[in-house]
């Protein structure tokens, strides 16, 4: 045990009773205490059936933020997050790390990994500049594009050249716009060394550092892989599941309190972004097509984003450069800034574009150029392959509104089934109680079906037990006759086989009960949930007639 384990006491044992109740109570519950060569570091890492359900859809882009393991904070508290499809921050696991050295960061990597069902690494990761965390990266996810924390460099960068920012005001403005606006690789390289030059900085060992290290941080250097930033320059946006929930005073006794008060405020948060998506309409502001059919696609807040880009198209023209076949290559640029246009090459028999900006493939969200040149080209409607389907109404569905069939058979772990039937179970049921809550009738309906689906899966539970034990029966190993029987049945097993056996079958079916008890208790909260709305729709429908009496 080390130091800082020492310091917070029973504080760690508050923990893992929290995270061994949590896995007796949902099977979809996984955490992991690493253990090396039996000598136990006490890192420990865990993450509930959401959010292993979460990266199956939004796993695409990760942040691993490790900040909260600075001398300042009380806990070393570690997270997993990335973005969902309202772009607000998505959890895919904890972590206390007490040990920072690289075999540990790998054995949290390959743990998570793990914990997400072994599915498919993450195209990018975002991390802190601890070389430790890039060595680890390098080893557990070597596909996976890395990059290095821009806020946090940003922020480092302000502390080191205080002495700068005093005497030079205006060099931090200039500073950020060098990294954020730059739009190619050259533009970025020459401001770059004009700044230094204007400020006397070029032989600064500390922008030395960083300047050698900007193609893992400058965005103009990334824009070719996908990491989710769409609505802000500020890398800080992923690393906000906790902000407000856990901080430098924040006690090991009270993280887990904070940590489940956050899951509870983002899950509302999200429910409520769902309800907004499907049941407002937003406002339009061209005669498009095209931008009804995303209105109707993508989330409120992704789709506000593409109107932004397809209203921008009004002012960046499109004008032809060369022609040659399939190939047609257009420059767009803004009225009066010609010298900024971008190269878009558009090939007409397969409707599909490249812009030189790079937005679609850093975003995931097409750009204005692109949308200029289709403008040009009378493509009313956006073609499938620019609709990403994590940023649309319908990304936690398989196809259209079921989960996907192949889910079920990813594990061939028993444990792993159950999680993914339970986590698909759960999805199915809050789209349940969103489509049963909009209406009376709905909702009566769907409370019947509940009613006759939790009947149906007491029945299968019994049928299950009494499966079980006529199958014991065959094979002579019936739990429920005495040890004379026993022996008829099968006098080549000695009496301790034989209670052995009875002892595993009596484990085998009590198991079968709890799992039976999850899915009921889980129906059961879906019913009092449509209860609640039940309530809240009656009260809005007697409002609504007391107002109109008056």
């Known amino acids: 045990m080390n130091s800082r384990q ?23 519950f996984f955490y992991a205490v690493q253990d090396d060569n039996g000598c136990s570091n006490g890192n ?30 009380s806990v070393p508290f570690a997270t997993f997050t990335g973005l969902n499809h309202h772009a607000q921050p998505v959890l895919f696991g904890c972590a206390l790390l007490f040990n920072g050295s690289e075999t540990s960061l790998v054995w949290l990597l390959q743990t998570w990994l793990q914990a997400m069902s072994g599915q498919k690494p993450p195209v990018s990761i975002t991390t802190d500049t601890d070389h430790l965390i890039q060595m680890a990266v390098t080893h557990v996810l070597p596909e996976t594009r890395h990059r290095l924390c821009k806020w946090s460099i940003l922020r480092e960068t302000k502390e080191k050249l205080t002495h700068v920012c005093q005497t030079h005001p205006t ?54 892989t996908f990491f989710g930033d769409f609505l802000s320059d500020d890398d800080e946006d992923k690393n906000s599941f906790f902000n407000g929930f856990v901080d430098a005073s924040t006690s090991i006794q009270l993280l887990i309190k904070h940590y489940e008060k956050a899951l509870t405020i983002w899950h509302e948060k999200e429910l409520k972004a769902d309800f907004d998506s499907t049941n407002t309409t ?63 090459r558009f090939n007409t028999f397969e409707l599909t574009a490249n812009c030189s ?58 444990q792993e089934s159950l999680t993914i039937r339970h ?33 149906k ?18 094979n002579g190993r019936n739990q429920g006759v005495d040890e004379g029987d026993i022996d008829q049945a099968d006098s080549g097993q000695s009496k301790e086989e034989k209670e052995q056996k009875i002892r595993e079958l009596t484990a085998e079916l009590d198991c079968i009960n709890q ?34 009496k008056e």
């Open 423 to 455: 986590n698909s179970l759960r999805q199915e049921a809050i789209k349940f109680v969103e489509e049963g809550a909009k209406s009376i009738h709905s909702y009566n309906v769907a409370v019947n079906a509940l009613k006759e689906a939790a009947k």
């Open 171 to 224: 060099f931090e403005i200039e500073f950020i716009k060098c990294i954020n606006e730059a739009e190619t690789i050259e533009e970025f390289e020459s401001q770059w060394k004009a700044l230094l030059q204007r400020y006397y900085l070029l032989d600064n060992d500390y922008l030395q550092s960083i300047y050698s290290a900007s193609r893992h941080w400058v965005p103009v250097f990334m824009r070719d």
């Open 44 to 73: 420990i890492f865990w993450a509930d059936a959401s959010a292993r359900m979460n990266y199956h859809y939004f796993g695409d882009s990760i942040n691993f933020d490790t900040c909260y393991r600075a001398n300042c904070y």
């Open 515 to 548: 799992q039976s008890e999850v899915y009921r208790s889980n129906l059961l909260a879906v019913l009092k949930d449509m209860e609640e709305q039940k309530l809240k729709l009656s009260v809005k429908v007697q409002n609504a007639r007391l107002s109109l």
């Open 282 to 344: 937003p406002v339009l502001k061209t005669p498009s097509p095209m931008e009804k059919q995303a209105a109707n696609l993508y989330t409120r807040k992704v789709f506000m984003k593409f109107q932004e880009e397809l209203v921008e198209t009004l002012a960046n023209p499109a004008t032809k450069i060369d022609d040659s076949g399939a190939i047609t290559t257009y420059h767009v640029a803004k009225f009066g800034e010609e010298h900024k246009a971008h190269t878009v």
């Open 357 to 414: 900006c790079l937005m679609f493939e850093f975003s995931g969200i097409i750009c204005r150029h692109v949308l200029s040149v289709f403008r040009a080209k009378n493509v009313l409607t956006l073609p499938s392959q620019y609709i990403l389907k994590r940023w649309t109404r319908n990304a936690k569905t398989g196809g259209g509104s079921t989960i996907e069939e192949h889910r079920l058979e990813l594990p061939s772990n028993s």
């Open 457 to 474: 899966v007491a029945a299968a539970k019994k049928k299950n037990a009494d499966k079980t034990l006529v199958n014991n029966m065959v």
């Open 6 to 28: 020492r310091i917070l006491g029973g504080g760690v044992q508050h923990v893992l009773d929290y995270l061994r109740r949590m896995q007796a109570e949902s099977p979809g």
